[in-house]
């Protein structure tokens, strides 16, 4: 008797999940959210996102699940996304790899290919050395290059990741010669630079932080637009003469043919997510650079993007074409 | 050390809300840890959002609770149905499989229990009083000395070859083989991938391993299910026997030892400390021979390495802010929900939080031989359950398993080519857990080797001038040559009792 009673249960399941859905925009959300996300549970992206995810179920009334579809290098979810059914009930979370996969043709899209709704935050990488190198800024960095050029080794996330492809920009506009030295993400990168087995490092600020304030490493420059709020007093590269800036960016996506009445009020409870102070605190505390855009300047945003990251990678000889 | 505050720390512990919340991550642990495919990286990822809110004391004890228990969970599908529950329990299958089959899976659990609680003990007060110093042993450890214990790591292939070295090593190469599958390590070339996006990180570990191990013994018993006579358990104890305990007290320490420094490394886990452990104590024992195919000690070699890895992996990610391994990855996530950053900030500004979280993962250890006791007696029943129902349960479980990690049917099918290649290498008495070692060590070897040459500027002369490479390169050989050795001594004393039981 219970076996048949959970039999018809999934049987019900089954045939509300196939019923297509036919509520107008007007109510919008009428069931559940899903929130993709490209990578795996439990890293940045990931933590970020369920706590959007959590005050965007409190704004909505809704229950809100974050559903990790990894793999690929962000290949898969991102593909996920683009092809999750337009009806306002999956949503994206879309990242920097975005822009640095279809240049490396791992894929066959581009972010053309979905409706950018709002930017989340731009983290800049820095220019990272030992606390007790004798370098103090950029100009002492390239000087130090330029007598040693074989000796210089720049540590990053990963081959075509975003900060290999910074530590490319900083060399060119340094006009310096490194070896790029590629890890399995950030953290093993700052090991090694900390035991002292590399020259510099190029990941984010805020991957860095906790290193820097604890007196191991410091850090030389900024790549931001402006200086870090968590280390206000490190310059950024544009300060000292070198005009580049460059940082990874996470935002929110939907797939295209959302129709604009459902996608205006998504738009509008995302935003009133950002702005809750609960994500706001929780942003500040992982030391996230919250840098919101809506749906038109991310755009252009992400148009100027993907030009830059593709010529970085060209010159890199990590673009196809 | 500061005893006086470790003291205020037990005190904080000993209050009922946080040992409650260490209860259910234990309770939580142990079952996910023995469903293949829930790993303890996952228990903790899927827990991490419950701590929303909570007093950081709470959530991180749950979570170092869960942390502990799956260590020890994966052991038990390992020893009843051949399913290492985490790829930390791989190494345990080798032993607990055959004892469970003869009929000792009581005595098994019970050892693997003892062992963990052990070796999660030793870890973890070592982490409590030895973390600066092995932090910065571990700071030591560049490109080259990764590469160095990698290779290692590989020369325990021989000690877990089984009947036949050459099978062993084929198998290995199998497994090396497969693991350059996926995006180059350094250049990023997506290699053998053939425009199968999914395969771009490599062949997915976690299904490979169910299908390796799970699926290949459930084909098997397709075959003979009617023939197959119920194993007779008798499970009557929760504790290991004095005997039992004499005969692994050494392998215990060693263990323990070795799980806590290769858990203090970041980027090398439970499962290679495990498969490290138990080719060492097979390779000191007095009778080799009897590996393979049910010794206790071998059960007790992996098990206290993988859980003293717990206590190891803890160490640089409270240190250096730099997880030791995957599960510490996502708990450096809660920490930072928190509003906490680990690394040396936190030694200074909130020294109470790091004694906190030792007095609580001592704590999780007691709490884990506790209800991991109480356990026992319904672990067990499993394989008492009929085979024509127990094996299309493990196969239901293992696609789920599969499919669960990353949530794609890609995944389910690897398990199932996987399988099959499994059931065939064992039918012609190929090991599998060289193919394991090989596809955790390989990408290891590699990207640690063309890292080391990126910075050399192509000049191999780098993996000879450091030290501590060049120790653990002569370590590989050397228990390369004594594992050889050590075969041989086997083979000739399975020949003189065959040649004894002829006459």
Known sequence: MKRRSVLVGLGAAALIGAVPFSASAAEWPAKPITMICPWSAGGGTDLLLRKLAASLAKETKQTVVVSNNTGGGGAIGHAAIMRAPADGYTIGMITFELNSLPPQGLIPFTWKDFDPIMRINVDAPALTVKADSPMKNLKDFADYAKAHPDDVTIGNSGPGSVWHIAAAMMADELGIKAKYVPFDGAAPAVTALVGGHLTAVSVSVAEVRSQVAGGNLKMLGVMGETRSDLFPDVPTFSEQGVKATFGTWRGIALPKGVPAETRAKIAKALKAAYDDPEFQEFAKNAGLALAYQNDKDFTAFLDKNANDVHRVMLSLGLAKK | ?503
């Not at chain 2, 030792?358 to 999780?364: E, K």
């Open chain 2, 1 to 503: 050390m500061d005893f006086a505050l470790l003291y205020h720390s037990f005190g904080n512990v000993f209050v009922p809300s946080v040992m409650l919340v260490i209860a259910f991550g234990v309770a939580i642990g142990i079952t996910i840890g023995a469903l293949p495919g829930l790993t303890a990286t996952m228990g903790v990822a899927l827990l991490v959002p419950l701590t929303f809110g909570r007093p950081p004391l709470e959530s991180l004890s749950m979570l170092l609770g869960l942390f502990c228990g799956a260590m020890y969970g994966g052991s038990i599908s390992a020893i009843l149905v051949r399913t290492p529950g985490t790829p930390a329990a791989a190494a345990t299958v080798l032993e607990g499989y055959p004892l469970a089959q003869q009929g000792q899976a009581g005595r098994a659990l019970a050892m693997a229990l003892f062992a963990s609680f052990c070796g999660g003990l030793s870890g973890a007060l070592i982490m409590t009083f030895m973390s600066p110093l092995i932090s910065s042993v571990a700071l030591e450890f560049s490109t080259v000395e990764y590469f160095a214990l990698a290779v290692f790591g590989l020369s325990v292939i021989v000690s877990i070859s089984g009947n036949s070295i050459l099978k062993g090593i084929m198998a290995g190469l199998f497994g090396l083989l497969l693991s350059t599958i996926g995006a180059d390590a350094i250049s990023g070339y997506p290699r053998f991938i053939f425009g199968q996006m999914d395969l771009f990180e490599g062949p997915p570990f976690i299904p490979t391993l169910i299908g390796l191990f799970a699926v290949s013994e459930v084909l098997a018993n397709v075959q003979i299910t009617k023939q197959i006579v119920r194993v007779k358990t008798v499970v009557d104890r929760y504790f290991p026997t004095w005997a039992d305990i004499k005969i692994s007290a050494v392998t215990i320490a060693r263990g323990s030892l070795i799980g806590t420094f290769i858990g203090a490394i970041p980027g090398a886990g439970g499962d290679i400390a495990a498969f490290v452990s138990y080719g060492e104590t097979k390779r000191v024992s007095k009778h080799p021979e009897k590996f393979g195919t049910g010794a206790i000690e071998g059960v007790a070699a992996a098990e206290c390495a993988n859980n003293a890895c717990s206590g190891g992996a803890m160490i640089p990610l409270l240190s250096l802010g730099v997880p030791g391994d995957a599960v510490t990855a996502v708990l450096l996530g809660a920490f930072v929900l928190q509003g906490l950053q680990p690394g040396p900030l936190l030694y200074k500004e909130h020294i109470d939080i790091v004694y906190n979280v030792f007095a609580s993962l001592i704590v999780a250890n007691f709490a884990m031989l506790i209800i991991g006791a109480l356990g026992i007696r319904l672990f067990a029943k499993v394989i008492m359950v009929k085979r024509a129902i127990l094996m299309p349960a493990i196969l239901v479980l293992s696609v789920v398993g599969s499919y669960a990690m990353r949530g794609d049917t890609f995944d389910v099918y690897v398990m199932l080519v996987f399988g099959v290649v499994g059931y065939f290498m064992q039918k012609h008495d190929f090991p599998l857990s060289p193919i394991l070692l090989a596809l955790i060590l390989g990408p290891m070897a590699e990207a640690n080797l063309r890292r080391s040459l990126v910075i050399s500027g192509g000049d191999f002369s780098i993996i000879f001038s450091r030290p501590i490479a060049v120790g653990l390169l002569i370590l590989a050989v050397g228990s390369l040559i004594a594992s050889v050795y050590n075969h041989r001594k086997i083979q000739n004393r399975l020949a003189a009792a065959s040649g004894l039981e002829g006459e």
